[in-house]
């Protein structure tokens, strides 16, 4: 798998998946406020403005599939999802 799979958390937090790469692994590490969830495999991190904008940045060259739910919610994850195709 080579696509990051974000969704939005009950609790209102993204969880992101991302394979293991090491870049992918330090563009998430910058994110204030994440926290590695081991037993989903999955980063949880929060749902703020400056969260956004850092995973449009890390991830803009990169196949992403972003919920519906989140697209809604988030117009700027629009931009990740077309990377990823219909």
Not at 72 to 84: D, M, N, V
């Amino acid at each position: 798998m080579n696509t990051v799979i974000i969704e939005k958390s009950d609790d209102g937090k993204l969880l992101i998946e991302i394979p293991y790469q090491e870049q992918w692994i330090e563009c998430i590490r910058k994110v204030p406020g994440r926290k590695w969830n081991s037993n989903s495999r999955k980063w949880i991190v929060p749902l703020t403005q400056e969260t956004v904008v850092n995973i449009c940045h890390f991830f803009k060259e990169t196949p992403v599939d972003v919920s519906p739910e989140l697209i809604t919610e988030i117009p700027q994850f629009a931009e990740l999802r077309r990377l990823s195709g219909p």
